[in-house]
């Protein structure tokens, strides 16, 4: 049997969809989702995380967030976490480049930005590189709308905002595995925006 052709040592059992070969397991899983840019619909990803969910202790600091915020919170803004969480599985059609480490640097622009409007003095914060940038642009166009009350019957105060871009920033932190390839928080966000758009469905939290 082949050798693994990243640790040259065991043997290569398993097929890598991202190597386009065979690897041994102890490397697919030391290297998944941080030197290997591991495909959604990879079956051993898929398993790693299922096994990950089940023995990951819940964080009890992020628990109470999660009650802080209460399903009133969920159903009031329901339909622009909706709408949000869309205009993420759409950039991330458009750009497969993008991870979830790349959507937590554009909610921290936002929310760095949006605490300038309270202050009185607007500064844009931009993340880095073109690809958040771009994400940036297509959340902080929808912000810009809601604020100035378009499609609402009243504008989105700066508070609001930002307890919004807070509750997404904590729905990232409960659906990703953080390993900087990680792509698990988009892949739920693509699934739950694909169930239904229903407000109390399409931004339901999951601890992992």
Same mark, same amino acid.
């Given at each position: 049997m082949a050798r693994c052709p990243l640790c040259s040592e065991r043997s290569a059992k398993r097929f890598c969809p991202a190597k386009d070969t065979?690897?041994?397991?102890?490397?697919?899983?030391?290297?998944?989702?941080?030197?290997?840019?591991?495909?959604?619909?990879?079956?051993?990803?898929?398993?790693? &995380? /299922? %096994?990950?969910?089940e023995r990951k202790p819940v964080d009890a600091a992020l628990a109470n967030r999660?009650? $802080?915020?209460? &399903?009133?919170?969920?159903?009031? %803004?329901?339909?622009? /976490?909706?709408?949000?969480? &869309?205009?993420?599985?759409?950039?991330?059609?458009? $750009?497969?480049? /993008? +991870?979830?480490?790349? +959507?937590?640097? +554009? %909610?921290k622009a936002l929310a760095a930005t949006m605490k300038t409007l309270s202050s009185g003095i607007y500064y844009e914060t931009l993340p880095e590189g073109p690809i958040r940038i771009a994400l940036f642009r297509r959340l902080k166009l929808i912000f810009d709308g809601l604020m100035e009350g378009k499609g609402q019957t009243r504008s989105l105060r700066v508070g609001e905002v930002? $307890?919004?871009?807070?509750?997404?920033?904590?729905?990232?932190?409960?659906? *990703? *595995?953080?390993?900087?390839?990680?792509?698990? %928080? /988009?892949d739920w966000l693509a699934e739950a925006s694909e169930v239904s758009q229903a407000p109390k469905e399409s931004s339901g939290l999951i601890i992992p």
């Open positions: 065979e690897i041994c397991a102890v490397c697919c899983g030391t290297h998944r989702e941080i030197d290997i840019d591991c495909p959604s619909t990879c079956i051993h990803l898929k398993a790693g &995380q /299922l %096994y990950e969910s999660v009650q $802080n915020f209460g &399903q009133q919170f969920v159903q009031h %803004y329901g339909p622009i /976490l909706a709408l949000l969480g &869309q205009a993420v599985a759409e950039e991330r059609r458009v $750009n497969s480049w /993008l +991870v979830d480490a790349d +959507v937590a640097e +554009v %909610y930002l $307890n919004i871009l807070d509750f997404l920033m904590l729905a990232l932190q409960l659906n *990703s *595995s953080g390993r900087p390839k990680s792509r698990r %928080y /988009l």
